[in-house]
């Protein structure tokens, strides 16, 4: 089996900034609408996890017998805690669009910021709420119900389905680009983000933050209408 180092195309002795270049590149040509496979993203994101952050572990020792108890724990191997109960109920995302903040002066700090936005009489695809069901990505929730929210590779290698969580939570797997600046702001990824608690306030299409827009990559052949913008 191909090592994560071999999937990437990077030297063992690769840098964080290279890892995480040569992800980007190998999301975007691995992807299904780049005439990838679901199967060679998921070879990509499996090698990324295992040499990004806190999942980044040596590569294993191919003599040393996988049960020899002088192995060490490493993310891959630890013990797992139990399963949760798999949830039945939909969450609740209320929304409103980043651009709409500028328009009215708002900020994205501003406690009273959905307050302000529900009032405003905005247009649906501007402020709104929606139900996602469990097991749907923050995106692929807003897609269900109609929306076209901003995204180019799908798979955590970009920011241009940026989204700054306002209130609850949006999980965030391993494989995903943003520095720890970003995330401690609060910004997540839609595309590889699942809603976590039961209400979720976003402001999406933050791609236009500062911070975020050296991330982004250029949008492919499958974007949607408002991905360019
Ligand atoms: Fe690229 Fe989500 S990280 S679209």
């Known amino acids: 089996m191909p090592s994560p180092y071999d999937v990437l195309g990077v030297d063992r002795d690769a840098d ?11 999301v975007l040509e691995s992807h299904p609408d780049h005439g990838g496979s679901m199967e060679a993203l998921g070879r990509v994101r499996t090698a990324y996890e295992k040499l990004a952050g806190e999942g980044r572990s040596p590569e294993p020792d191919e003599t040393q017998s996988p049960w020899d108890p002088t192995v060490r724990w490493t993310a891959d191997t630890e013990p797992q805690s139990p399963p949760e109960p798999e949830r039945r109920d939909p969450h609740t995302v209320e929304y409103v669009d980043y651009e ?17 936005a529900s009032e405003a009489n905005l247009d649906p695809g501007d402020y709104g709420r929606f139900q996602i069901d469990p097991g749907r990505s923050l995106l692929e929730g807003a897609e269900d119900v109609g929306f076209t929210w901003p995204f180019s590779c799908r798979g955590g290698a970009c920011a241009n389905c940026a989204v700054a969580v306002v209130q609850g939570s949006l999980s965030q797997p391993v494989s995903h680009i943003l520095p720890e600046e970003l995330t401690d702001e609060g910004i997540r ?41």
């Open 16 to 26: 964080e900034d290279e890892i995480r270049s040569a992800y980007r590149d190998r």
């Open 100 to 116: 709409v903040l500028s328009d009215h002066g708002w900020e994205i700090t501003d406690e009273d910021l959905f307050q302000k």
């Open 189 to 229: 990824l839609s595309c590889v983000g699942h809603p976590v608690t039961d209400d979720l306030q976003v402001v999406y299409n933050v791609k236009h933050l500062p911070s975020v827009e050296d991330l982004l990559l250029p949008p492919g052949p499958y974007k949607r209408v408002s991905s360019d913008d």
